[in-house]
Every structure is written in structure tokens, then in C-alpha cells.
Nanobody, 121 residues
Framework: QVQLVESGGGLVQPGGSLRLSCAAS????????MGWYRQAPGKQRELVAA???????NYADSVKGRFTISRDNAKNTVYLQMNSLKPEDTAVYYC???????????????WGQGTLVTVSS
């Protein structure tokens, strides 16, 4: 089995910062792309940012210039640094990864359990 465990969510005032972390564990041979998605109440889940194993990144237009995704391949961990947070960033944030692993070994798309980010004064 492969698991993703997120941490770092919470309550922050507008203009503040938070850093989310997501660590993969289990029977892992290789991790391809990793990403962060979010889902606000009453809305569909949307891609926030993604990063390939080589470090190429892409971002939703709404977070460009404010959020930074990074990863530590040695730790099987992806991060999301969120600055200049706005109330509209309030959502449950989910980690996602494309993993080659498991028993028997195969390609898996794995999701974390989600972490709540609330931006409010």
C-alpha cells in the first residue's frame, strides 16, 4: 500500500502565509508527478499546482506569484508554500501523486485525506 499524509493546514488571516507538506510512504518504487488540489464548499475540486519528478511546475492562474510548489525526492515529500493568502483560498487541500509501487508493483494514483485551510479575519 501507498499512503499520502498531509499536514500544515489551519486558520490564517488574509495576507498571511501557510506551508503545506505531504509525505508519501509505503511500498514505493518511483514517484512521478505530485500535486496539490483544492475543493471549496459547493465547488469542484481544482488543480492548484503540480510538479514533475524533474522539477517542472505549473500553477493555476489564481495562485501564480503567491504559491510555490516544491518537492524533496529523497523524502518522497511535496510542499506548497502559500503566501498573500486570500479568503477565496479557503478550501480543503488535497495532495495527489502518481506512484509506481504497491504489491504487486503497478502504477497508482494516490490521494491524501485533505487538510483544511481557512483564510479569515
Amino acid at each position: 500500500q501507498v499512503q499520502l499524509v498531509e499536514s500544515g493546514g489551519g486558520l490564517v488571516q488574509p495576507g498571511g502565509s501557510l506551508r503545506l507538506s505531504c509525505a508519501a510512504s509505503g511500498s514505493i518504487f518511483n514517484i512521478n508527478a505530485m500535486g496539490w488540489y483544492r475543493q471549496a464548499p459547493g465547488k469542484q475540486r481544482e488543480l492548484v499546482a503540480a510538479i514533475t519528478s524533474g522539477g517542472s511546475t505549473n500553477y493555476a492562474d489564481s495562485v501564480k506569484g503567491r504559491f510555490t510548489i516544491s518537492r524533496d525526492n529523497a523524502k518522497n515529500t511535496v510542499y506548497l508554500q502559500m503566501n498573500s493568502l486570500k479568503p477565496e483560498d479557503t478550501a480543503v487541500y488535497y495532495c495527489n501523486a502518481g506512484v509506481v509501487g504497491g504489491l504487486p508493483i503497478r502504477y497508482l494514483e494516490v490521494w491524501g485525506q485533505g487538510t483544511l485551510v481557512t483564510v479569515s479575519s
